[in-house]
């Protein structure tokens, strides 16, 4: 071949690379990046949302959560001083005022006190209307009858399984563990009360019964899926103990006695493999908390999200559903390496509220280019006081998920990664799809 004739060669492939849905992803946006945004985002707008993780409710209902948040600091969005407060009170309630001083925030207070009053059981459905989100889970102790069954679904928490002994060396620990112990005793007496039975069984065989049947009796109530909080209370890094062992130490405490720390851990480590194995067997996903969490003890190093991967990467556990809530975050950027496992998902909620919509763009967009088809979004509303409730969280989770949502795409379609149609479906998916398909059926 000549010289001439092999320049021809590599000019007419160089085209072929070059042209269109065959060009080489650009490291930067080009100057429509902003033209794109504004073309998705009214699109996005639209999608109705599957909200994967939620603590509907009233700040006065203990049962939003299955514990209280000791004292901790709090992010800079998440203060009551944000002012973007103000705009979910403009956009939801017709707020009249530019602050939120005391004598202000009384009229908020008082106008959804009159429609908590007006709409009654429809309050809350009424919240996800104006914000297009078509169903949110309903992360609980135990559901309100004051939220519709059709459009909030019950996710239930299973830590309590964990501390049926004595727990005065636990709560001794911390004070964020005198906070959290008795809430967890608490729980675990509410399910020993729905089995009609009036201690736990002496029989630990009997007890891992027992904890089957609540499983059972929620999953027929409605629930969804189960939630772990454990990263709170103790490290997530699991051994693997046997039956034996497990039964041994349930023995010697279940009628008195204070466990140590090590045999307290083997005997939790077993019970929580066997509630993961149970979520496989009954088809009921297991959602575990894997980011940062409130309070002046809770401990990143000890509970970080890499510390489950030898529970995820379990192939005993590759017909349980695993839903990481939260992400990993702020170790989203490794986390979503673990949805790389056919049974593991990454949930965003918080991520949205924590950080601003400039930066969790950055997180998400890893994700999308990652593994798009495994992430859902998810808001963590939560009642956090009468002025700040979950309705506004609910704003504030939705709005900055959008947005960011949208500038992600934006970004990936002027660098030349995807499509304006594919990102449009990939928002369909993180916002709705991908979530719905994990439950069989029992969400639409």
Known sequence: MSLRLQMLVGVIALSAWSAPGMAQARPFPGPDVQQIY???????????????????????DTDVDAMASPPGSVALRERDSNPELISAAKA?????????????????????????????????????????????????????????PKRFVWVFFADSFMWPFNNQRERA?????????????????????????????????????????????????????????????????????????AQDI?????AGGIPSTQDYRTFQDFIFRYLVKEGGRLHLPVHIH??????????????????????LRDPRYSGTTFVMI?????????????????????????????????????????????????????????????????????????QSGRTALAAALAEMVSEGEVSEAKALEMARAYLHDT???LYEGKVH
């Open 290 to 311: 894997s980011c940062v969490g409130v309070g002046d003890y809770f401990s990143l190093s000890e509970s970080g999200i890499m510390n489950l991967e030898n529970v």
């Open 92 to 148: 939801l309630f017709g707020y009249p005022y530019n602050d939120l001083s005391p004598d202000h925030a009384k009229w908020l207070v008082q106008k959804k006190a009159e429609l908590k009053k007006a709409q009654g059981t429809a309050y809350f459905s009424n919240l996800l209307d104006k914000l297009n989100v078509d169903k949110s889970v309903a992360n609980r102790a135990m559901m309100a009858d004051y939220l519709d």
């Open 38 to 60: 504004q073309r998705l985002l009214p699109q996005i707008e639209k999608i109705p949302i599957f909200d994967h993780h939620a603590h509907p409710g009233f700040p006065e």
């Open 435 to 437: 979530a719905v398909g």
């Open 250 to 254: 349930y023995t010697r405490y279940v």
């Open 173 to 245: 620990r911390n004070p964020d563990q005198e906070v959290y112990m008795p809430l967890q005793e608490k729980m675990l007496h509410r399910w020993i009360q729905q089995e009609g039975i009036s201690k736990l069984p002496d029989n630990f065989g009997l007890y891992l019964q027992f904890i089957t049947r609540v499983l059972e009796d929620n999953q027929k109530k409605g629930a969804i899926a189960m939630k772990f909080e454990v990263a709170y209370f103790r490290p997530t890094k699991f051994s693997d103990p046997s039956y034996d062992q």
């Open 326 to 398: 939260h992400g990993g975050y702020p170790f989203e950027r490794e986390a979503i390496w673990l949805a790389a496992v056919k049974n593991v998902y990454m949930e965003s909620s918080y991520q949205e509220i924590a950080m601003y919509p400039s930066e969790f763009k950055h997180s998400l967009k890893q994700w999308l280019e990652t593994f798009p088809d495994k992430i859902t979004f998810g808001t963590d509303s939560f009642p956090y006081n009468e002025v700040l409730g979950a309705e506004e969280s609910y704003w504030l989770g939705i």
